[in-house]
């Protein structure tokens, strides 16, 4: 597990005004709590600890609280940022007991996602469930992170939290509580394919009823032609005699 150490200030300034003095000054207010002791208000130098927190093992590992003449170890339980500056706004660091279990947010790392033959071989996607999960245990057995192998999952099939391997004396928060059984990962069909898939179903068939209709509809106009034909061949005889009628009536006045 990685060793973090933070140099602090003891402080003696509380309130608004004090905290905003001190991050103009380039410092980070903290408070140290817990352990049946009374809490201590501390200032940290900003830098070093916006370095330790672009590190993944620094918000779930024992940490050395250097200040004064005191040394004490403590987990971080709260980081406030400023809302779109890269500042760290706070810090709330929780006093351990090397023999008082404790219970900790523990990131998730899944491997053998390319090799799983629902990914691989059957056109499915990892849907991630869970990215971290809370666990208990004494602080020396505290992981940096849980990792999850998903290699041997099929289209359609799931890993749970009851799935993960535990280090010795770690224990999932929730299942001890008797907690459900959480799926944390699945592979799936992108719903987004299935709808391509049944779009180009229907139009597929829409071309195919079209293409039987076709002859149908050129026999129907082929049938109508004909029936237009025979009505104009019965009208000429008629408009012959229609044409000879008069020369008939002029023959009778001579």
């Known amino acids: 597990m990685a060793k973090f150490e933070l140099n602090a200030e003891q402080r003696d300034a509380k309130g608004t005004g004090a905290s905003r003095r001190l991050r103009r000054a380039g410092k980070i207010p903290a408070v140290l709590y817990g352990a049946g002791k009374d809490a201590v208000m501390l200032s940290l130098e900003h830098e070093p600890v916006y370095l330790n927190v672009r590190n993944e093992a620094f918000f779930t590992s024992i940490l050395t609280v250097n200040y004064g003449q005191q040394k004490e170890q403590a987990v971080l339980r709260d980081l406030q940022m400023h809302p779109y500056k890269p500042r760290i706004q706070h810090l709330d660091l929780q006093r351990i007991s090397a023999t008082e279990k404790l219970h900790m947010r523990v990131p998730l790392h899944f491997t053998g996602q390319d090799q799983a033959p629902g990914v691989k071989l059957q ?7 869970l990215t971290e999960v809370d666990v208990t245990c004494l602080p020396h057995q505290l992981p940096e992170f849980l990792a999850v192998d998903i290699s041997k999952l099929n289209l359609n099939e799931s890993v749970h939290l009851s799935n993960i391997p535990l280090p010795e004396g770690v224990v999932i928060t929730s299942i001890a509580h008797g907690g459900g059984d959480l799926a944390i990962a699945t592979i799936a069909i992108v719903r987004a394919a299935i709808e391509e898939e049944e779009a180009a179903a229907a139009a597929a068939a829409e071309a195919a009823a079209a293409a039987a209709a076709a002859p149908a509809a050129e026999g129907a106009a082929g049938e109508a032609g004909k029936e237009g ?7 000429e005889p008629a408009k012959k005699e229609a044409g000879k009628e008069p020369a008939k009536k002029e023959g009778g006045k001579k």
């Open 123 to 129: 056109g499915g996607i990892v849907m991630h469930h």
């Open 229 to 235: 034909a025979k009505k104009e061949a019965g009208k």
